[in-house]
């Protein structure tokens, strides 16, 4: 039977073990895991719905890990900080926990696992390991204020509008800036901030990249239409699907590309390129030159590897439209480098509203990566989105959310 989605907000007490803010998947994961420990836990989320992140997610079925999870699958200022919490609580781990749940499950490309129904089964899994560990909520509530105290016993001071709550470890779950009409907030950055923790400044990750003018103008009007490529930008290479928008590109390519484009801001004032090979597995350069003598358009020839609309509009950007016989053997050689490494500097991204996730966030050098509690402050912590960890698109940011979640619940 399915659970009701919003919890019933009524705590017994004002005085806790444990308070979580953020009642997604980190805050779940960690509030079920603190709670079957023993702990006296309490959930707050100012949503009116629980988890709405993991049900829109996956097209409704939640991508909910990866079989391929690694450490090489993560974004972050500190590359290794995600190896401890992910080889203690692994995909493995939460396929066995869907499992037992009887979720039914099926395996896409790259290892992704989708739920066969709904990710509301998801949400209806984690509620029901928060009812097995014994945790209270409070949602909807706001958040007004956080206080540290020097109480051993309550260390922190959590006022809301349900009233006030102390905690000996406080948990900030709270997520990133991603899809705002959800819900989403900096509210766990601004704790970082008032806390004395450095945050790395957030953008818009796994998200459609904008296109300047004078490219858009040729290929707007292919809205719609998609092609395999293989996509970099000063990271690994994705060998995806990209789609023309009337804005720019998205498809999954260009979504996993986007967050190594963003990072970069971190790094240089420079804005390297995204690189595209149109061709992926097929060497331009010969097949260009073994064509040399048709007298037909570069276009059409294109046409037999690429959507016949897009071959057109790519060969009139770069002004490349007469009959291949009439290309010197350096001209096709070059023409066949633009078609395996073409070169396209965004002018942004489509922003929060349209981002997967977040890049950056609390700096993980000044937590623990085993417990993720803050170095400076004993009994904070911050889990999943909010930390400064983002994973690749293909269900790697969700185990994060888990793997994260059961390294804290374990330590408070």
Known sequence: MTLERTPVCSPSRRSFDVVIIGAGAAGMMCAATAGQRGRSVLLIDHAPRLAEKIRISGGGRCNFTNRRVGADNYLSRNPHFVRSALSRYTAGDFIDLVARHGIDFHERSWGQLFCDDSAQQIIDMLRAECEDGGVEWAMPAQVHGIERTADAAERFVIETDQGRFAAHSLVIASGGLAIPKIGATPFGYRVAEQFGLAVVPPRPALVPLTLPPETLALIAPLSGISLEVE?????????????????GLSGPS?????????????EDDEWAPVSIDLLPGVDAEAWLLAHAQDRGLL????AAHLPRRFAHAWCELHGWTRPLNQ??????????????????????????????????GVDTRQLSSKTLEARTLPGLYFIGEVVDV??????????????SGVACGQAV
Not at 254 to 266: F, K
Not at 299 to 302: H, I, R
């Open 231 to 247: 996509a970099q930008c000063r990271g690994p290479v994705f060998r995806e699907a990209a789609l023309v928008t009337h804005r």
């Open 254 to 266: 260009i979504l996993q590309v986007s967050s190594y484009w963003q990072q970069q801001a971190y």
């Open 299 to 302: 276009a059409n020839l294109l």
């Open 327 to 360: 290309y010197r053997h350096a001209e096709l050689r070059s023409i066949a480098a633009a078609l395996s490494s073409w070169a396209l500097v965004p002018s942004g991204t489509q922003g929060y509203a349209k981002a997967e996730v977040t890049l950056g």
């Open 390 to 403: 983002t994973g690749h698109l293909g269900g790697y940011n969700f185990q994060w959310a888990w793997s």
